[in-house]
């Protein structure tokens, strides 16, 4: 599975950015999708995942009701649609691929800067 994220940026407070992670070479054991964040000086922590089939989403605390993670139909591409962004959210978001109980897969992951 090979994961390439892009839509990362720079933006103000309250503004929303959409974030996509391509997917190609999907292995059947791959199930789901999720994305993490990782702010400077600190460890990387789930953000959002789903589920290639079904409609099974989950959240963080810190982003349900201001992101919605969501895959397309050909279940190529995921995205992550983050609204109302705080300086909080400041972090590299990475894509992640589930497999056989794990998080096994990983892009290069995506800079966003939310300035106050």
């Known amino acids: 599975v090979q994961l390439q994220a892009s839509g990362g940026g720079l933006v103000q407070a309250g503004d929303s950015l959409r974030l996509s992670c391509v997917v190609s070479?999907?292995?059947?054991?791959?199930?789901?999708m999720g994305w993490f964040r990782q702010a400077p000086g600190k460890e990387r922590k789930f953000v959002a995942s789903?589920?290639?089939?079904?409609?099974?989403?989950y959240y963080a605390d810190s982003v349900k009701g201001r992101f919605t993670i969501s895959r397309d139909n050909a279940k190529t591409t995921i995205y992550l649609q983050m609204n109302s962004l705080n300086p909080e959210d400041t972090a590299v978001y990475y894509c992640?691929?589930?497999?056989?109980?794990?998080?096994?897969?990983w892009g290069q992951g995506t800079l966003v800067t939310v300035s106050s």
């Open positions: 789903i589920v290639w089939s079904g409609d099974s989403t």
């Open positions: 070479r999907r292995t059947g054991t791959n199930y789901g």
């Open positions: 992640a691929g589930r497999s056989l109980g794990r998080w096994a897969y």
